[in-house]
């Protein structure tokens, strides 16, 4: 259920995170409130890994996704700014976009996006992931809804590390965990899609939605028992 407002929003995110909860999970219901509360079509976080490279950690929909992972390859984006200065990012008119970061701006604006904003995920003094969030909305984004996207990122940030003084490579670890976490809500929205006949939006929701088999499952539980009866041809 999508929080009405921003202070059951990060209510609803710190009570799931002083229980058992999984990190995708959380993710998911916190950037499903900030697109409802910010007016943000679409959200994606980019996150730093053992290896160096970025990875895609949760996204609201395919499209925002798919220019995730396009920032990644080809090196730049709002994302790779806002991960490289530590500072946010708002860009909010096509011919900037474009100059700013070439293809990736050419592929933001053909996804129907006229603004991006990208937040700074800070954590002990170091930028450990990035929140970005598409616009289809022409007017301005005023200093009240940015603030609210940064504090998103904050809140995602301690779902990532949550109130543990973690070390370096404990932090490398619980990203790693998310990560894998991702992969089983990623096949469950294709058993979704497919089962259902849904784009990939609308099996997020519905995975979202979903009922879980016993009180305090975890996202990424209710994922896996979706694909395992998949698998059992009982869904």
């Not at 209510?11 to 229980?19: K, T």
């Not at 497919?194 to 979903?210: G, H, P, S």
Request: glycine content about 6%; some cysteine; overall charge negative.
């Amino acid at each position: 259920m999508i929080a009405a407002n921003a202070s059951q929003a990060f209510a609803n995110a710190a009570a799931a995170m002083v229980g058992p909860h999984d990190v995708v999970g959380t993710l998911a219901v916190l950037l499903n409130d900030c697109r409802s509360l910010t007016g943000a079509t679409a959200l994606g976080i980019l996150v730093r890994t053992a290896r160096g490279p970025l990875e895609l950690l949760a996204a609201t929909s395919h499209s925002a996704a798919e220019l995730e992972l396009f920032q990644i390859q080809e090196s730049t984006g709002p994302c790779l700014d806002t991960l490289a200065t530590g500072q946010a990012i708002y860009v909010s008119s096509t011919p900037e976009m474009i100059r700013r970061w070439s293809e990736v701006g050419q592929a933001i604006t053909a996804a129907g996006y006229t603004q991006v904003h990208a937040s700074p995920m800070h954590w002990h003094g170091e930028t450990i992931g990035t929140l970005n969030a598409f616009h289809r909305d022409n007017d301005p984004l005023d200093d009240t809804t940015l603030g609210l996207s940064q504090a998103f990122a904050n809140m995602a940030t301690a779902a990532i590390v949550q109130t543990t003084d973690l070390s370096g490579p404990e932090l490398v670890a619980r990203i790693s965990e998310a990560l894998q976490d991702r992969i089983v809500i990623e096949q469950a929205k294709g058993v979704l899609a497919e089962r259902y006949d849904l784009d990939m939006a609308e099996a997020y929701q519905t995975l979202i939605a979903w009922p879980p088999a016993k009180p305090g499952d975890t996202l990424t539980r209710i994922a896996t028992q979706i694909v395992e009866l998949a698998e059992h041809g009982r869904l």
